[in-house]
């Protein structure tokens, strides 16, 4: 009964691969975010999206993007993976009030 | 540009209350936030407050909000080791997203 899971938890891979995270939420939020924290643990928004709208941070290079099949799902194609890119990113949905926001438990991504 | 901001480490003895503060530049802000986020692990919500609200008191924890000043307080009574974590202030503002403090090391000594 997980609220906002997101596959796979760690994810290993070489420069110059492309790769996909998935995330699914069972809340029924209009809204689903990616976030990205890197290793200093800072954390960044770098997409908010709902069946209305995406929202992009100017700040995230377009190997990045997100792709909705449906309003539950939000995944997070990466293409030619840099070390750079190495960080933990996090799902996240919400309502909209702002008392729902939920996180996933994250995707450790390590490029060598 | 939303900003917040917290110091990066607070070391504390066990059962002293912890105090973390964290400032924020956006005044629309609507939600502000505490996560706590343990080593390895995700991002746990511990509490929320409204920006009309001054104070919101759950359990141990305390959450006060000056909002003439911008800033926001956690306040963790009876600290124990397992509240060794990094605890994160965020603010929901203007746009969608939550725009993050660079968190606070939370250390606790015997």
């Known amino acids: 009964d997980t609220a906002v899971s997101q596959t796979p938890k760690y994810l290993v891979t070489q420069m110059g691969n492309d790769k996909s995270i998935k995330c699914e939420q069972n809340l029924g939020h209009d809204t689903m975010y990616w976030y990205k924290q890197d290793s200093k643990k800072f954390l960044k928004i770098m997409f908010s999206?709902?069946?209305?709208?995406?929202?992009i941070n100017e700040t995230v290079p377009n190997r990045f993007s997100p792709k909705s099949p449906d309003k539950a799902h939000l995944n997070l194609h990466i293409n030619s993976l840099e070390l750079g890119d190495s960080a933990v990113y996090f799902c996240a949905s919400s309502p909209p009030t702002g008392n729902g926001y939920t996180f996933g438990s994250g995707t450790r991504l390590t490029v060598v | 540009g939303e900003d917040v901001e917290q110091s990066l480490f607070l070391s504390v003895r066990e059962g002293d209350s912890s105090v973390i503060n964290c400032t924020y530049t956006?005044?629309?802000?609507?939600?502000l936030y505490w996560y706590k986020q343990e080593p390895g692990a995700g991002l746990q919500l511990l509490t929320y407050?409204?920006?009309?609200?001054d104070m919101k008191q759950d359990q141990r924890l305390t959450v006060l909000l000056n909002k003439k000043d911008k800033h926001l307080s956690l306040r963790i009574a009876d600290t124990q080791t397992g509240d060794s974590a990094i605890y994160f202030c965020?603010?929901?503002?203007?746009?969608?997203?939550?725009?993050f403090g660079k968190g606070t090391h939370l250390i606790i000594q015997p």
């Open positions: 999206y709902n069946n209305k709208e995406l929202i």
């Open positions: 965020a603010e929901r503002g203007g746009a969608d997203g939550l725009t």
């Open positions: 407050i409204f920006s009309n609200m």
């Open positions: 956006d005044s629309s802000s609507t939600y």
